[in-house]
């Protein structure tokens, strides 16, 4: 995947959010922000509250999850906010395991909804060796 001229978004765009963005900015990528609080680095091209989350995700060619594990933020990824990603798109935990249902995610990977996706974390850690997610072939685990 060439990264220049695609659109990402970072979901909490705190201290590793914004040294993310920065990265991807200089390889061409126009990144977005959502969070609580408005973003305004000038890496972000656009920013994004998260009640609008699933506008920004629609647009997404790559999401990047950096978000703390709070009672708001858990299972925030669920089955019908992966269902407005857009098609096609990766998504990245770098942050908690938790916020995104694993369940919705395999299925979504299976079945083609997002091309891929890396996970450095889950819900129950260390990852079973028994755990189905082993097996999801677009899956890269860290």
Known sequence: ?????????????GD?????????????VDVMAVDIVKATADCYCSYFDISDIQKALSISDIVIITLPLTDATRNLVDKEL???????????????GGIIDENALAVALENG?????????????????????W????????
């Open 1 to 13: 995947m060439e990264l220049y001229g695609k659109k990402a978004t970072i979901v909490g765009a």
């Open 82 to 96: 992966i269902a407005n990603i857009k098609d096609g798109s990766i998504i990245v935990n770098m942050s908690r």
């Open 135 to 142: 097996g999801v072939k677009n899956l890269l685990i860290t």
């Open 113 to 133: 909804k997002l091309s891929a996706a890396i996970l450095d974390v889950f819900e129950n850690e260390p990852l079973s060796a028994e755990s189905s997610l």
């Open 16 to 28: 590793i959010g914004t040294e993310t963005a920065k990265r991807l900015s200089a390889f061409g």
